[in-house]
């Protein structure tokens, strides 16, 4: 069975500040891969990332980071220097080996405030 | 350009009967996907289709059915035994290789449902 579980439904920051969006995975397959979708008000999910079990290395792509950790199940997203534009909320999800369906978390509500 | 769309954006409907939803992918994805969300929920998978004429059920497929006919398009209907349908739908797609390989689903605009 698969499970994300994000946290923090809300999250309210002023501009400039930096936030990290926390999400816990469960998976007992050891091949899988974990994404994170922004859905923006308009409604449609737009892919940021994929990281695959296998690559534990964190990235960075301009102001977004992504901290990966298979000693503790998570793979955090922080954005540093918040601006009003990612204002929207977040997914995390997962598949593992042995599904064929991507499962998501509930979503983290984020509001950049100017 | 490639992309997914469904139409309409949004739809309401009397309480009794069934609804088509539109997506259609010019992205030649064998894979594709109808989620729901509601609100302050996360996606939860409907129906998806890994080629054309076969389709599998999701978590919540009760109340809903769909077809694969074409490669690039995968209506979903919501029938009258769908007890609550008011949701936001949206459908996806992914590469040939399907989400196993790791493949990223690309999503469609969505549809807001409203039955009244």
């Known amino acids: 069975a698969q499970k994300v579980t994000q946290a923090q439904t809300e999250i309210s920051v002023v501009e400039k500040e930096d936030v990290t969006l926390d999400c816990v995975y469960e998976?007992?397959?050891?091949?899988?891969?974990l994404f994170w979708y922004k859905q923006p008000p308009s409604g449609e999910l737009v892919f940021l990332i994929r990281r695959n079990s296998f690559d534990e290395q964190n990235e960075i792509s301009g102001r977004y980071s992504w901290n990966f950790q298979k000693s503790t199940s998570s793979f955090n997203f922080t954005i540093t220097a918040s601006q009003v534009v990612d204002s929207a909320v977040y997914f995390c999800a997962l598949i593992s080996g042995s599904a064929r369906q991507l499962t998501f978390g509930s979503g983290t509500q984020l509001t950049v405030l100017p | 350009d490639g992309g997914i769309t469904q139409s309409p954006k949004y739809l309401f409907r009397k309480e009794g009967q069934n609804v088509t939803l539109s997506c259609e992918q010019n992205?030649?994805?064998?894979?594709m996907y109808w989620y729901r969300q509601d609100p302050g929920q996360g996606l939860r998978l409907i129906y998806y289709s890994q080629i054309v004429n076969d389709f599998q059920k999701g978590d919540i497929a009760e109340g809903y059915s769909v077809s694969r006919e074409k490669k690039e398009s995968f209506p979903l209907t919501v029938t009258s035994a769908q007890k609550n349908p008011t949701a936001f739908y949206l459908c996806?797609?992914?590469?040939?290789?399907?989400?196993?390989?790791?493949?990223?689903?690309?999503f469609g605009p969505g549809t807001r449902l409203t039955v009244l």
């Open positions: 996806a797609s992914s590469s040939p290789a399907g989400l196993a390989s790791g493949n990223e689903q690309f």
């Open positions: 992205l030649n994805h064998d894979a």
């Open positions: 998976t007992r397959d050891t091949t899988y891969y």
